[in-house]
């Protein structure tokens, strides 16, 4: 995959954007995502319900993937089986 790829789930209606793409399977409510969204939809592992909030970004615990939610959904994003973090905004610059 690469940057700028549209990924949907196939638990929810969460899609996400790579920004930052590294190694590993991008998962949503415990299933993998996917460029076509499927016919049927699977069921949400109650593990990885938490939830995708649009506008969002998310990394993993080393920084080597970064996902941007465009369409918020019940899944929970991970990669390979660990959550993905909410990415924390940068600070402003204090002006004077």
């Known amino acids: 995959m690469k940057p700028g790829t549209r990924l949907k789930s196939a638990v929810c209606d969460t899609e996400v954007m790579i920004i930052r793409c590294g190694d590993g399977a991008i998962?949503?409510?415990g299933w993998i995502m996917?460029?076509?969204k499927p016919?049927?939809?699977?069921?949400?592992n109650p593990d990885f319900a938490?939830?995708?909030l649009l506008g969002k970004r998310y990394i993993d615990q080393g920084g080597?993937?970064?996902?941007?939610c465009v369409k918020?959904?019940?899944g929970s994003l991970s990669l390979d089986g660990e959550?993905?973090?909410?990415?924390?905004?940068k600070p402003l610059p204090a002006s004077d």
């Open 83 to 89: 959550k993905l973090l909410i990415k924390d905004a």
């Open 27 to 29: 998962e949503c409510g």
């Open 64 to 68: 080597s993937i970064e996902l941007l």
């Open 50 to 52: 938490d939830g995708s």
């Open 72 to 74: 918020s959904g019940a």
């Open 39 to 44: 016919v049927e939809a699977a069921s949400i």
């Open 34 to 36: 996917s460029e076509i």
